[in-house]
């Protein structure tokens, strides 16, 4: 099971990065992807990675969010710039052990997922 950290509270305009790290398993055997989940909404797709070089942003996040693997670590890093009040919310790690070449932006595409992280930005 995937397991978040890096959550917190930062200002608007600001930066964090959440860590997803997954003890007893080698990430770069799954498709991995990060949801966000806003208060009272459903879970949407924020940005994925494949087991190979495929990559997907979603619109909202494209140019500021970056997410990379460091598979001498074992962890999927979501580096998060310029963070707007709007992307408050819990944030979810999901692995996808079926996908071979692509990841996907459906949470339905993914079995394991992570009990989530806490981001909040302050305007």
């Known amino acids: 099971q995937p397991v978040e950290s890096g959550g917190g509270l930062v200002q608007s305009g600001g930066s964090l990065t959440l860590s997803c790290a997954a003890s007893?398993?080698?990430?770069?055997?799954?498709?991995i992807g990060w949801f966000h989940q806003a208060p009272g909404k459903g879970r949407e797709a924020v940005a994925c990675?494949?087991?190979?070089?495929?990559?997907h942003y979603a619109p909202s996040v494209k140019g500021r969010f970056t997410i990379s693997r460091d598979n001498f670590k074992n962890i999927v890093n979501l580096q998060m710039d310029s963070l707007k009040p709007e992307d408050s919310g819990i944030y979810f790690c999901?692995?996808?052990?079926?996908?071979?070449?692509?990841?996907?932006?459906?949470?339905?595409?993914?079995?394991?997922w992570g009990q989530g992280t806490q981001v909040t930005v302050s305007s």
């Open positions: 999901a692995a996808d052990g079926l996908a071979l070449r692509d990841c996907g932006m459906i949470p339905t595409e993914y079995d394991y």
């Open positions: 007893g398993h080698t990430l770069n055997e799954y498709a």
């Open positions: 990675l494949s087991r190979g070089i495929e990559l």
